[in-house]
């Protein structure tokens, strides 16, 4: 079940059927932090940053003198009426010195104002995706598109309903597309395809081109519409991912898995600092991995000491070649390397991968993506095929199953300790499972021919114990952060 009121990327969660008929528009947008209410003032002159009253507003530090109303008061019949006259101007002195410093010292998107990034500059909602650039850096206008659900539907924020609506296919061009897909993120020479998709959920309005509108941006030329003419709407392919050129192998022996053969899980890198493999990750664009916080802590964030190897099987065949050098590493601001939330991280490589029958992406999961309660999944790397073993030579794989958060967090199995950033896979009778050396590597699962990244391999308490399974970030969670990220750092 999918519900009505999600923010625009954080809203799908796994476990939940996908239900590709249910009208869906998603209210709202990413605000950062939201406050209660506040009471603002009705009329602010343009440009003076609008600062709203609360009662837990800080008083005032510093009172500005003001000058004595003595003079224009008879010292009888007056002399009330002076002292609260000077009580209030003295009292809104301060109150206004109080909103100042509050406003400075505070980081806050007042009522129902949008956060530029991470800057304390905020917009109204109706300047979101309206073509203009209202945002010191322009964020108010870089993501006002996203695909949704497994068929990658193109969907455009509009600023008036504040919605997300489908784009009709109507005059719909590769050049369009790529532009949408560089606004999300990626670079303009991953763009696969734009195809035209026959909608059968009962969506009421749609985004439609005005291709006689002047200026090239985009969202300008978007107007709404009850109907598209086509009876279609775009989906958007940004880059060809999740392809395997193998079959994924049945058998079911990381702790209990099976040999990989070469093109079945192209996405998968190893991970070195020096001669040694520490990490996995997954390929997502030519040039940006996925993996794990925890593999590049403390001192293992320089990126120099990196290199990735793709499109290689064996260990002692990566020894022999050069790897690909790290530029940037990108933490997850929030991991918490007690609590192992928010355990993810990117890495952006020096030069792009060249991609092949055996080097690809894996594709990342959308929203509105639902996955089922014990969806089936592979995990691989060269981790330990037992507890406290070594890393393994050659790739191995294992099928695994996604374990519900709410059972994952029972007493007997982790004890409340899944949080949402996180997501359980394995089996509760233990024998396959990851272990060490297989962090930040892909927990995946194949959907409408499709290999999609549910996962990265975080923790778990030893390998391949009895009720206590894998646990992986949970990748839903982590796409919006994702893609700012690389938007922010082409
Ligand atoms: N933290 C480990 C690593 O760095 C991965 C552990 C996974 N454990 C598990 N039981 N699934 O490689």
């Given at each position: 079940?999918?519900?009505?009121?999600?923010?625009?990327?954080?809203?799908?969660?796994?476990?939940?059927?996908?239900?590709?008929?249910?009208?869906?528009?998603?209210?709202?947008?990413?605000?950062?932090?939201?406050?209660?209410?506040?009471?603002?003032?009705?009329?602010?002159?343009?440009?003076?940053?609008?600062?709203?009253?609360?009662?837990?507003?800080?008083?005032?530090?510093?009172?500005?003198?003001?000058?004595?109303?003595?003079?224009?008061?008879?010292?009888?019949?007056?002399?009330?009426?002076?002292?609260?006259?000077?009580?209030?101007?003295?009292?809104?002195?301060?109150?206004?010195?109080?909103?100042?410093?509050?406003?400075?010292?505070?980081?806050?998107?007042?009522?129902?104002?949008?956060?530029?990034?991470?800057?304390?500059?905020?917009?109204?909602?109706?300047?979101?995706?309206?073509?203009?650039?209202?945002?010191?850096?322009?964020?108010?206008?870089?993501?006002?598109?996203?695909?949704?659900?497994?068929?990658?539907?193109?969907?455009?924020?509009?600023?008036?309903?504040?919605?997300?609506?489908?784009?009709?296919?109507?005059?719909?061009?590769?050049?369009?597309?790529?532009?949408?897909?560089?606004?999300?993120?990626?670079n303009?020479d991953t763009?696969?395809?734009?195809?035209?998709?026959?909608?059968?959920?009962?969506?009421?309005?749609?985004?439609?081109?005005?291709?006689?509108?002047?200026?090239?941006?985009?969202?300008?030329?978007?107007?709404?519409?009850?109907?598209?003419?086509?009876?279609?709407?775009?989906?958007?392919?940004?880059i060809?991912?999740?392809?395997?050129?193998?079959?994924?192998?049945?058998?079911?022996?990381?702790?209990?898995?099976?040999?990989?053969?070469?093109?079945?899980?192209?996405?998968?890198?190893?991970?070195?600092?020096?001669?040694?493999?520490?990490?996995?990750?997954?390929i997502?664009t030519p040039e940006w991995?996925?993996?794990?916080?925890?593999?590049?802590?403390?001192?293992?964030?320089?990126?120099?000491?990196?290199?990735?190897?793709?499109?290689?099987?064996?260990?002692?065949?990566?020894?022999?070649?050069?790897?690909?050098?790290?530029?940037?590493?990108?933490?997850?601001?929030?991991?918490?390397?007690?609590?192992?939330?928010?355990?993810?991280?990117?890495?952006?490589l020096?030069s792009p991968l060249m991609f092949?029958?055996?080097?690809?992406p894996?594709?990342?999961?959308?929203?509105?993506?639902?996955?089922?309660?014990?969806?089936?999944?592979?995990?691989?790397?060269?981790?330990?095929?037992?507890?406290?073993?070594?890393?393994?030579?050659?790739?191995?794989?294992?099928?695994?199953?996604?374990?519900?958060?709410?059972?994952?967090?029972?007493?007997?199995?982790?004890?409340?300790?899944?949080?949402?950033?996180?997501?359980?896979?394995?089996?509760?009778?233990?024998?396959?499972?990851?272990?060490?050396?297989?962090?930040?590597?892909?927990?995946?699962?194949?959907?409408?021919?499709?290999?999609?990244?549910?996962?990265?391999?975080?923790?778990?308490?030893?390998?391949?114990?009895?009720?206590?399974?894998?646990?992986?970030?949970?990748?839903?969670?982590?796409?919006?952060?994702?893609?700012?990220?690389?938007?922010?750092?082409?």
């Open positions: 079940m999918e519900s009505n009121l999600q923010p625009p990327y954080y809203e799908n969660y796994a476990y939940q059927p996908e239900n590709l008929t249910a009208p869906r528009l998603v209210n709202g947008f990413y605000v950062g932090q939201q406050y209660a209410s506040p009471y603002c003032p009705a009329t602010v002159p343009r440009y003076v940053p609008r600062a709203c009253t609360q009662p837990s507003a800080p008083a005032a530090t510093r009172v500005h003198p003001i000058s004595s109303p003595r003079k224009i008061c008879t010292p009888r019949v007056r002399k009330s009426l002076c002292l609260s006259l000077s009580i209030t101007i003295l009292l809104a002195g301060a109150a206004i010195a109080g909103i100042i410093v509050w406003y400075f010292v505070t980081d806050s998107c007042f009522g129902s104002k949008i956060r530029c990034g991470t800057l304390a500059v905020c917009v109204s909602p109706s300047q979101w995706c309206d073509g203009v650039n209202d945002c010191p850096n322009g964020e108010d206008e870089n993501r006002c598109v996203r695909l949704y659900g497994s068929r990658f539907l193109l969907e455009v924020y509009s600023s008036e309903s504040k919605d997300w609506y489908p784009v009709c296919y109507d005059d719909w061009n590769d050049s369009y597309g790529r532009t949408a897909c560089v606004d999300m993120g990626y303009k763009y696969f395809k734009s195809t035209a998709t026959q909608l059968t959920s009962p969506f009421t309005s749609f985004m439609r081109l005005n291709t006689s509108a002047d200026g090239t941006d985009l969202y300008k030329k978007l107007y709404n519409s009850k109907q598209c003419s086509t009876g279609s709407v775009v989906s958007l392919q940004c060809k991912c999740g392809l395997s050129s193998k079959n994924s192998n049945p058998r079911n022996r990381i702790v209990g898995g099976s040999a990989a053969a070469l093109g079945e899980w192209p996405w998968q890198v190893s991970l070195y600092i020096q001669r040694i493999h520490l990490c996995g990750g997954s997502i991995i996925v993996t794990a916080a925890h593999c590049v802590e403390g001192s293992y964030s320089e990126p120099s000491h990196w290199s990735v190897y793709a499109g290689i099987l064996l260990q002692q065949e990566m020894l022999r070649s050069k790897g690909h050098k790290v530029a940037k590493i990108i933490s997850h601001p929030n991991y918490d390397s007690e609590t192992k939330n928010n355990d993810v991280a990117l890495m952006k020096r092949d029958d055996t080097i690809g894996v594709c990342l999961p959308n929203p509105g993506m639902m996955f089922q309660p014990e969806q089936r999944c592979w995990i691989s790397g060269w981790g330990a095929q037992r507890q406290g073993g070594n890393t393994s030579k050659e790739l191995h794989a294992a099928k695994v199953y996604l374990i519900e958060s709410s059972r994952c967090n029972s007493r007997y199995v982790y004890n409340g300790l899944i949080l949402s950033t996180m997501i359980c896979a394995g089996y509760l009778e233990g024998r396959v499972d990851s272990c060490q050396g297989d962090s930040g590597g892909p927990l995946v699962t194949e959907k409408h021919a499709l290999w999609w990244l549910v996962g990265d391999t975080s923790w778990g308490t030893g390998c391949a114990s009895v009720n206590k399974p894998g646990v992986y970030g949970n990748m839903t969670q982590f796409t919006d952060w994702i893609y700012r990220n690389m938007q922010a750092n082409r």
